[in-house]
């Protein structure tokens, strides 16, 4: 069986697993809608353009945010990384910052900025440069120094080690960074989205939970799953194109 048919298998089992729970009336509809009721939520919204518009508001704000947060946190991961001096200062300043909860800073963000798309976008950041930060720096650090011997041996330069050396060894800790970044913002938008706003998958939410619509917040769940399932195929999708020269396990 192709790989990529084996990692829906988990998917597909919590479906059935779903569909068999309520199906057998072990929940009742008010605690948790069947499928059949998130499809018929979800058709509801598709025709008024509420799924679509929320979509769209949370796709943004979620792509703007790591956009910023991955080139600041790779920006003083590559600073802190090749040089001492720089290390012993940002490296420093970055575990301290990164003991505090992010969700903590929502009020002073707020005051800040204030309450409009930037602040959620801030917040975003916020979260998602700490994950790619700890990670990358890590990674450059932890390249082999025998490495490093073997480039300067071959005659390699600054330039040539970077390039050949320790972009190649710390691109695995990026990547790894990434996949963790890109579930800090789904987690963090939802947070995001509950204040001030008119639109986006966390308003929805908030919303239906006022309605008691059940069907809607199970079917803003599963978008969610689906969002993060898709952001981690993309992530795979670049280890394997970046990471073609690396052989490592994958289980018997």
Same mark, same amino acid.
């Given at each position: 069986?192709?790989?990529?048919?084996?990692? $829906?298998?988990?998917?597909?089992?919590?479906?059935?697993?779903?569909?068999?729970?309520?199906?057998?009336?072990?929940?009742?509809?008010?605690?948790?809608?069947?499928?059949?009721?998130?499809?018929?939520?979800?058709?509801?919204?598709?025709?008024?353009?509420?799924?679509?518009?929320?979509?769209?508001?949370?796709?943004?704000?979620?792509?703007?945010?790591?956009?910023?947060?991955?080139?600041?946190?790779? /920006?003083?991961?590559?600073?802190?990384?090749?040089?001492?001096?720089?290390?012993?200062?940002?490296?420093?300043?970055?575990? $301290?910052?990164?003991?505090?909860?992010?969700? /903590?800073?929502?009020?002073?963000?707020?005051?800040?900025?204030?309450?409009?798309?930037?602040?959620?976008?801030?917040?975003?950041?916020?979260?998602?440069a700490f994950p790619i930060y700890?990670?990358?720096?890590?990674?450059?650090?932890?390249?082999?120094?025998?490495?490093?011997?073997?480039?300067?041996?071959?005659?390699?330069?600054?330039?040539? @080690?970077?390039?050949?050396?320790?972009?190649?060894?710390?691109?695995?800790?990026?990547?790894?960074?990434?996949?963790?970044?890109?579930?800090?913002?789904?987690?963090?938008?939802? $947070?995001?989205?509950?204040?001030?706003?008119?639109?986006?998958?966390?308003?929805?939410?908030?919303?239906?939970?006022?309605?008691?619509?059940?069907?809607?917040?199970?079917?803003? @769940?599963?978008?969610?799953?689906?969002?993060?399932?898709?952001?981690?195929?993309?992530?795979?999708?670049?280890?394997?194109?970046?990471?073609?020269?690396?052989?490592?396990?994958?289980?018997?």
């Open positions: 069986m192709p790989t990529e048919v084996r990692r $829906f298998l988990g998917p597909a089992l919590l479906f059935a697993l779903w569909w068999a729970v309520t199906g057998l009336d072990l929940v009742s509809d008010r605690a948790l809608a069947s499928p059949a009721a998130v499809l018929d939520a979800a058709r509801e919204l598709w025709r008024n353009g509420d799924l679509v518009d929320s979509l769209g508001a949370s796709l943004y704000r979620v792509g703007a945010g790591v956009l910023f947060g991955v080139g600041i946190g790779l /920006a003083l991961a590559i600073i802190a990384g090749f040089f001492r001096t720089a290390s012993d200062v940002v490296d420093s300043a970055m575990n $301290f910052l990164r003991t505090i909860p992010v969700i /903590a800073l929502l009020p002073l963000i707020i005051v800040w900025i204030g309450i409009g798309e930037s602040a959620k976008i801030f917040l975003i950041t916020v979260g998602v700890m990670n990358t720096y890590a990674a450059i650090r932890g390249v082999d120094a025998r490495l490093v011997e073997a480039g300067q041996t071959f005659g390699l330069g600054r330039f040539g @080690l970077v390039r050949s050396v320790i972009v190649p060894g710390a691109a695995p800790g990026f990547l790894v960074g990434l996949r963790w970044a890109l579930g800090v913002a789904w987690l963090l938008l939802v $947070f995001a989205e509950q204040v001030n706003t008119d639109s986006g998958l966390g308003y929805l939410l908030n919303s239906a939970q006022s309605w008691n619509r059940t069907d809607i917040i199970v079917l803003c @769940l599963v978008v969610y799953g689906i969002l993060g399932l898709v952001s981690d195929g993309l992530v795979r999708l670049l280890e394997r194109t970046l990471l073609s020269w690396r052989r490592s396990f994958d289980g018997t």
